[in-house]
Structures are given as C-alpha cells and as structure tokens.
C-alpha cells in the first residue's frame, strides 16, 4: 500500500494574477493540454511544414533578450515595411511609441491620441494597430481602441502626416469594461480585419456571440482603400452576410469571445486566432484562407466543450479549435501570436506557430503533424505578461510585456530535453490510469529523482505504483522508490497513478525531472 500524503486540490495564488490580467478569465480552472480535433477548415498546409521545420518541437526552446524598457502597459506592435527597420508600439494610454535597434526606443510618442481614448479598467485604452500596406508612401495607419465618452470600441484611420484621426467605424460597448478584442490586421486580400470581443461581464450575457445583428463577439472585414458613402470603408461584396436581412455586412467570423490577437501567416494566408476562454479552456483557432461565415463557437461551446449557461442555436455547425488548454495550473488569457516565416531561425522553426499566455508565460509551439492533426510542445517561457508578439518586416520575433512595460527580442536554439515522458492514459466514469514511462534523453546517470507535474482541475490521486507521490495544490511530486532510483542514459521506468476527476480527466501537459523540462510523447 502506497503512502498518502495528498493534501488536495487548491486554487493557486495566481488568482491575485489573474486579476491584474489584461484579458481576465473569471475563474481558476486546470492546466492541461486537451485533444487536438482538426476542424473540417483546417488548411492542408502539412507539406511546407514538414518541409521547412524539420526539428521536432519538443527539442525546440525560447529564450528572451530584454531591449527596451519604460514602456507604458504596451499593447501591440507593428513593423513598418518603409526601409527604416522601426516598430511601433501600442500603449494602453493612447500613443504610440518608436524602438529601433541601433537607437533603441523613442523618448517622444510618435502618435498620442490620448484625449480620444477611454482607458478606465483593466482591458480599456488603445489596443491595436495595423499599417496600410502602402505606408511608405501613404503614411496611413489604423487603430483599435475604446473611446471617450462612452467606451465604444473604435476603429479609426490615423494619417500620420497629417496627425489627424479619423473615425471608420465604433461598436457601443458601455456596459462592461472588459473583452474589447483590439487586434488589426490586414489580410492577404487587402481588406482590414478587427477583432472586437462579446461585450465583457461573465458567460456572454449580451448573447452577442451567436447574434449577426451586432459586431461584438466577431472578426470583421472592410474595404478601407475605398469609401462607399455614407460608409467611411466598403463592404466586400464576398463577405459573407451580405445581403443576409438583419445581420451586420462587416461580420467575417462570429462565435468569439475575446478574440485579443490574430495573425495571418504570411506564407500561404490562413488565420490563427487566440481567443481567450472564461474559466475552464483556453483556446488557439486555426481557419483556411478566405474561410468567412464559420462561427467558432462562444457562447454555445468554450473551447472543446459545452459551455454550461451558455447560448446556442439549434442546427449551427461550430469550428473547433485546433488547441486548446486549461489555465487552472497557471495560465489565464491566451496571447495568439504568429506562423514564423523569418529567416534566422527558419530551420529550426519555419512554419511553426507561437502562442502564450498572460499569467503562465508558457511558449507553445504548434504545427500541422503532417496526418490531419497538430503537433504541440512547450518550448520555454517568456517575460511575464507579454500582451502580444509582434514580427519585424523581416518575420522576427519581438514581445511587449504589460506592467513591466518592457520591449524583448525573442531568440530559438535547438535544445535536447534531457528527459522524456510518454503517457498512457484510461479514462472512464470519474476516474482515469496514467502510467508515465519516463526516459533518461540526457548523458548523465541520474540517480535519486523527482518527477513534478500539474494536475488538472477536481483530479485527485488515489493510489500511485512504483513511485511514492504527494500532491501539493495542484502540483504532483512524484520521488523514485527504493528500487528505480537509477536511470541510466537511454534508460526507461514506468510509474502511474490512479485519480478521481470531477470533468477533466486530460492527463498532465508537462514535467519536470528534478528541476529539467522534458519532452512529453504521446
Ligand atoms: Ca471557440
């Protein structure tokens, strides 16, 4: 009979985290990968993948260089592709700042729109920005933020020559304070995209996700190149609810709830988004190119799962997202970032995309596996609170971090883990078996270990087999028995655990062998 030690599940401290979160979850929840379904839209690019990105993600780490600091809660960053190497960067308070490498950042704003912008409670202010494909010579860029008086979500060209802010388009947005989405980007298309969020409070209250007669909860489309009087912008005839009566001709995508960062890879054009959950899944879409009119899901589905309270349609097809992940064991809100396409690290990672999250500052890595499905590792982690990755024109990666107010350039290396563990896991009912077969990678003879590793959210252990396990709030420690202490290079133990669950069986996402990260199988 196996010790008992276990003292339970608890939240965590980083609830006091999660409150100071840009793109706060309402509730603790666990951390664990979940299953990976590949939605019908899912783009068939696994060949350039394989191609460009040959070293296997879990031999991949991330390290950061910190560049600027004194930022003011930085929000997003932009790459102006005019020759002169600059980013622009986003602050909460409504300007924007200038960071170049050989002179570092700006002390005057470039841009400060200060006395348009509503930047009360957390997740209010100036959010994003995009650069019109022509800035060099136009000098035109666009903004996302909440505007004074009312808070009403904003999109609005600013012509930098002529500092004049003119405003496209606005969402009322009164009522809470919080899911304001803010990500621009301009699509392969040439038409902008905005992400606006479903109106904030707790499980959609406005049932704004599944509703086409409001632009919250969406990804829109414009035309900003041309004007369509009385619209300052046009509507692209292939949007896909033009001419449908009742529903916003701007929607693009619908089923969202905060959808805070998306990107386009700029090599074959699909859309990777970031939406952030409310309490239980964390979530990373991945659409074909030109795929309007899917609903993602919110607030009918959170992640993989029926939202409980939530709104749904009856006879609505949901696109599912490609990975999802719970931030019960340190996460909170996702930070969608971007598909790498630079040239420094393209044989380590091309074709790779990269995304965190706010509280945990967990690097995930992910790509097509080539069979229908995606491939996932944690690589590392990045300064805390990073609000958004952004690329150079060259495809480089720089993040900003929000209350440290810090600008990093973010470097890959090929890193062997020095241990690996592959589970195999049953589930049924309220309970699940996972046995854990742990591999010495490494060079070294390990002799004595600790293996330590997050449990979901309402798991327990109840009994434990060829290790001795205490569990900690959320956290497993798991130490060798008297006779697998030894593991020497290329060698293997097998140990497991059984656990009770109240919902979420999925088995632990990542490990640690006394103190080292190691790659998870399968
Ligand atoms: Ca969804």
């Not at 609000?387 to 973010?410: A, C, K, M």
Request: charged letters at 15%; glycine letters at 12%; proline letters at 7%.
């Amino acid at each position: 009979m196996p010790r008992r030690r276990w003292t339970g599940p608890l939240l965590s401290a980083f609830l006091l985290t999660a409150a100071l979160a840009l793109l706060p979850t309402t509730t603790a929840a666990s951390f664990a990968a979940a299953s990976h379904t590949t939605a019908d839209t899912t783009p068939p690019r696994t060949e350039m993948a394989a191609r460009t990105a040959p070293v296997p993600l879990p031999s991949l780490s991330t390290t950061t260089t910190q560049v600027a600091s004194g930022l003011r809660r930085p929000t997003a960053i932009a790459a102006p592709d005019d020759g002169t190497g600059r980013l622009f960067i986003t602050e909460k308070p409504g300007t924007v700042r200038v960071y170049h490498p050989d002179t570092g950042l700006a002390g005057t704003a470039l841009i400060d729109i200060t006395p348009a912008v509503d930047q009360s409670g957390n997740e209010r202010g100036l959010l994003g920005i995009a650069l019109a494909p022509d800035f060099a010579d136009s000098q035109d860029l666009y903004l996302a933020y909440t505007a004074l008086p009312d808070g009403a979500v904003t999109l609005a060209r600013y012509r930098l020559d002529e500092s004049r802010l003119e405003v496209l388009l606005s969402q009322e947005h009164a009522e809470y304070s919080n899911h304001n989405g803010g990500q621009l980007a301009f699509g392969p298309d040439g038409h902008l995209y905005w992400s606006i969020g479903d109106g904030g409070g707790s499980a959609d209250p406005l049932r704004a996700g599944q509703r086409l007669d409001t632009l919250l909860g969406k990804v829109l489309r414009i035309d900003v190149n041309r004007d369509c009087a009385p619209l300052p912008y046009c509507l692209p005839g292939d949007n896909p609810f033009v001419g449908t009566p009742g529903a916003r001709e701007e929607i693009w995508l619908y089923g969202l709830r905060n959808p805070w960062r998306f990107s386009f890879d700029s090599a074959d054009g699909s859309m990777w988004i970031g939406d952030v959950g409310q309490g239980r899944w964390e979530e990373v879409d991945h659409l074909a190119p030109g795929q309007g009119g899917l609903n993602l899901g919110w607030s009918c589905y959170e992640g993989l799962e029926r939202f409980e309270g939530g709104h749904c349609t009856p006879g609505e097809t949901h696109t599912e997202p490609v990975f999802t992940y719970s931030p019960y064991t340190g996460g909170c809100s996702v930070i969608g970032g971007h598909v790498y396409r630079g040239q420094k690290y393209a044989g380590l990672l091309g074709g790779t995309y990269i995304a965190t999250d706010y509280c945990s500052s967990t690097v995930w890595a992910l790509r097509p596996d080539g069979s229908g499905g995606y491939s996932e590792a944690e690589i590392g982690e990045l300064p805390t609170q990073v609000t958004s990755i952004g690329t150079t024109v060259d495809g480089e990666f720089y993040v900003v971090n929000d209350l440290p107010g810090g600008l990093h350039r973010v470097s890959f290396e090929q890193e062997e883990p020095a241990c690996r563990v592959d589970r195999t896991v049953q589930t049924w009912g309220t309970g699940t078996t996972v046995n854990l077969t742990v591999t010495n990678t490494g060079s070294t003879a390990v002799n004595g270990w600790t293996l330590e590793f997050p449990l979901a959210l309402g798991q327990t252990v109840v009994s434990d087999w060829n290790t001795d396990l205490t569990q900690g709030s959320n956290t497993i420690a798991a130490t060798n028995a008297s006779h697998n202490a030894a593991l020497a290079p290329g060698a293997s133990i097998t140990l497991g655990y059984l656990a009770d669950h109240t919902g979420d069986s999925a088995p632990p996402p990542r490990f640690t062998l006394n103190g080292d990260a190691c790659a998870v199988g399968h």
